[in-house]
């Protein structure tokens, strides 16, 4: 039985890693045609007579995936074969193993499934009768997030083998690029979470939500280490703005330029599900993992400061509703109990909708920011972002040890300010949520009108400020 969750597990990560990261080559196309006013994909299509069925484009990474399978598998004569062979297996192979030590779920007791309350300690543990408690995790490792940073360099070995091996100037050129901007930004990733490391007191993934499930979501703790851990994390993934080592004005498609066929596919969709790793990532250091405002373990706690609000609606629902145990416990012990197997669901789905939501953000950025120079992006590493993760350590520091001086004199403005954090999620992400969706689902009226002549266009629009020069 554990082998068997295990298996699960296994499959369901690659499978959603895999899967959204075919999804967003569809939403970096779409995306792109919403800015800048184009129709996008809507080219790949399934006749069935005169029926088409286009599902808004989502055809277009099914149709990659078979002309990936189909196209021919070239090699230069002169590259070096079995460099030019693994390059592609490390390069998704870096992304596949970072999964194994995020959670994406609480744990799961066997036992409990439908009580409420039950705590992690409290699962029971009986092989025999295989009872156990289920991690979340695939490999739930003590050396939690060491071991990301480790799997993580992977890929650049893998840069750093296609490029060289292609025996093509370009890919060299561009595989030297993107060693060095990976090396340097995995400098500012690391360093910008200290300061996170000394708050939640851990390095493994699974304690750090666990810390901000009782407390208050990193970002709320450690903003100015999400803004620079966010911009490291999509400079790792070499996207736009800091796509230097794929500029396809200098270096055609950089280091994967000879590669073709399903080789090209790897490197291709590698890319994405890098997109997915660090959304994972994200989501798990600052934005609380599986963790929802006010939902835990036992149930639901609404408060604020001092003020239960759970067993304030308790009380008054009593009078009319004395019999029921709902009710009883909410008005008694102020939570409003929710069965184990719930909340261990509702927090995996949140899990993955902030990873999906983060994605989406990515793709903002890609299409709304120009392109480095090269000297531009290593300056910011070096003289912007690794400093700035310094101050921020320090001033991490700084905090810790000030609230550990203060000590229980500042626990209540401290539980005022979680729980002001956790109404702003509440209300503030669907807010967002519901906005969006009215956004894309509203029709937008077009006003199309026809320009003549550049000095016709500017009397229209009210002249120009400068006037015209006289012969």
Same mark, same amino acid.
């Given at each position: ?8 597990? /296994? ?10 990261? *075919?999804?967003?080559?569809?939403? %970096?196309?779409?995306?792109?045609? &919403? ?11 399934i006749k069935i007579g005169k029926f088409e069925l286009r599902l808004a484009g989502l055809l277009h990474p099914l149709a990659d995936g078979i002309k990936f399978i189909f196209k021919e598998d070239f090699r230069p004569p002169r590259a070096d074969k079995l460099l030019f062979g693994i390059a592609p297996i490390l390069a998704v192979a870096s992304v596949l193993t970072v999964l194994a030590v995020i959670p994406f779920g609480d744990t799961l007791c066997l036992e409990g499934l439908t009580k409420a309350g039950v705590a992690v300690d409290q699962c029971a543990r009986n092989p025999e009768k295989g009872v156990f408690p289920l991690a979340m995790t695939v490999a739930p490792l003590r050396s939690g997030l060491l071991y990301v940073f480790a799997v993580s360099g992977m890929g650049i070995i893998a840069a750093a083998m296609a490029g060289a091996s292609s025996d093509n100037k370009f890919s060299l050129m561009s595989a030297l690029r993107a060693a060095s ?9 690391? &360093?910008?979470?200290?300061? *996170? !490391? ?24 450690? #903003? ?5 851990? !966010? ?9 736009? #703005? ?11 498609? +950089? ?5 073709? +066929? ?19 990532? /994200? ?10 405002? !006010? ?24 009078? $009319? ?14 939570? *409003?109990?929710?069965?184990? @197997? ?9 899990? !993955? +909708?902030?990873?999906? =939501? ?8 890609? @299409? ?6 090269? %000297? ?6 070096? $003289? ?24 229980? =004199?500042?626990? #209540? ?9 956790? @109404?702003?999620?509440? /209300?503030?992400?669907? =807010? ?30 009210? +002249? ?6 006289? =012969?």
């Open positions: 039985m554990p082998i068997l969750y295990i298996v699960l597990k /296994i499959a369901l990560m690659i499978a959603f890693t895999l899967n959204l990261g *075919a999804i967003l080559t569809w939403a %970096d196309r779409r995306q792109s045609a &919403m800015i800048q006013d184009r129709i996008g994909p809507n080219r790949a299509v901007q990976m090396v340097s930004y995995e400098v500012t990733l690391g &360093m910008s979470l200290i300061g *996170a !490391f000394m708050i939640y007191g851990t390095i493994r993934p699974d304690e750090m939500i666990r810390w901000q499930s009782e407390n208050a979501w990193g970002i709320f703790v450690q #903003p100015f280490a999400f803004l620079l851990f !966010f911009a490291a994390a999509v400079a790792e993934t070499k996207r736009v #703005p800091f796509d230097l080592p794929e500029a396809e004005s200098e270096l055609v498609s +950089g280091y994967f330029t000879e590669y073709s +066929g399903m080789k090209f596919g790897m490197f291709y969709l590698g890319e994405y599900m890098e997109v997915v790793t660090s959304s994972m990532l /994200i989501v798990t250091l600052f934005l609380g993992g599986w963790a929802l405002p !006010f939902l835990h373990r036992d149930g639901i706690h609404i408060t604020f400061g001092d003020t239960n609000i759970i067993q304030q609606v308790g009380e008054m629902l009593t009078a $009319k509703l004395p019999t029921n145990e709902t009710v009883k416990a909410m008005a008694t012990t102020g939570v *409003a109990p929710i069965q184990h @197997w719930a909340v261990v669901l509702f927090g995996a789905l949140a899990f !993955f +909708g902030k990873v999906i =939501a983060i994605c989406f953000i990515q793709t903002f950025v890609r @299409w709304s920011l120009p392109r480095f120079r090269y %000297d531009q992006l290593m300056r910011l590493c070096w $003289k912007v972002l690794l400093p700035a993760s310094l101050a921020n350590i320090m001033l991490a520091g700084l905090a810790y040890l000030i609230l550990k001086d203060i000590g229980a =004199a500042a626990e #209540p403005t401290i539980k005022i300010l979680t729980d002001l954090s956790r @109404w702003v999620v509440a /209300i503030l992400v669907p =807010a967002i949520v519901i906005r969006g969706i009215v956004g894309f689902a509203r029709n937008k009226r077009r006003e199309f009108w026809k320009v003549g002549s550049s000095s016709a266009f500017a009397d229209r629009t009210g +002249g120009t400020a400068v006037e015209p020069m006289q =012969a």
